[in-house]
T-cell receptor, first 113, second 116 residues
Framework: ETGVTQTPRHLVMGMTNKKSLKCEQH?????MYWYKQSAKKPLELMFV???????ENNSVPSRFSPECPNSSHLFLHLHTLQPEDSALYLC????????????FGPGTRLTVL | AQTVTQSQPEMSVQEAETVTLSCTYDTSESDYYLFWYKQPPSRQMILVIRQEAYKQQNATENRFSVNFQKAAKSFSLKISDSQLGDAAMYFCAYRSRMDSSYKLIFGSGTRLLVRP
């Protein structure tokens, strides 16, 4: 365990559903990240938050909506997803300096039907 | 655009032996970072080692060391005295120091198997 937890670990949803992914860290980090890991593609950065403020949105479609209510929690709200959004979604955290993800969570395996 | 290539999808090493994982990258920039991440079967990935491009000295972290060849754009990871716990996917990654993005560009990964 790296100290970064994610729930749920697996999620199956239809294209019209709304669901949320949750990430939590109690490492004292103040930067948090969402990454997407698709089969046969390298990891892709989605969002970066620093001190609850979004500092990067890496051209992610609006059907993905992040939320960072405090420095320990990060959410990814999902709505009207497409089958090609099926992937492993990884949360990561780090100290703010350099905005380099140090520890990742176990991921949520998302399947969109 | 920068790219990172890991040409070895899978490598195998005998426990206690040394193994080297290859990574090459393509960039027109002169100032950047390079990293190796480890993703064990539990999928909780962690940062293993980092290298600043302006530093000539190769980074070392315990049994992990890199061979950074800037002119050749090569950044290999050497694992000495391999242990069973080293079995994982290893990702090489690049980040520019010359733009404002925090984006890491990852390679496709190398799966390391450790034989007891």
């Amino acid at each position: 365990e790296t100290g970064v937890t994610q729930t749920p670990r697996h999620l199956v949803m239809g294209m019209t559903n709304k669901k949320s992914l949750k990430c939590e860290q109690h490492l004292g980090h103040n930067a948090m990240y969402w990454y997407k890991q698709s089969a046969k593609k390298p990891l892709e950065l989605m969002f970066v938050y620093s001190l609850e403020e979004r500092v990067e949105n890496n051209s992610v479609p609006s059907r993905f909506s992040p939320e960072c209510p405090n420095s320990s929690h990060l959410f990814l709200h999902l709505h009207t997803l497409q089958p090609e959004d099926s992937a492993l979604y990884l949360c990561a955290s780090s100290h703010q300096t350099g905005f380099l993800p140090q520890y990742f969570g176990p991921g949520t395996r998302l399947t969109v039907l | 655009a920068q790219t990172v290539t890991q040409s070895q999808p899978e490598m195998s090493v005998q426990e206690a032996e040394t193994v080297t994982l290859s990574c090459t990258y393509d960039t027109s920039e002169s100032d950047y970072y390079l990293f190796w991440y480890k993703q064990p079967p539990s999928r909780q990935m962690i940062l293993v080692i980092r290298q600043e491009a302006y530093k000539q000295q190769n980074a070392t972290e315990n049994r992990f060391s890199v061979n950074f060849q800037k002119a050749a754009k090569s950044f290999s990871l050497k694992i000495s005295d391999s242990q069973l716990g080293d079995a994982a996917m290893y990702f090489c990654a690049y980040r520019s120091r010359m733009d404002s993005s925090y984006k890491l560009i990852f390679g496709s990964g190398t799966r390391l198997l450790v034989r007891p």
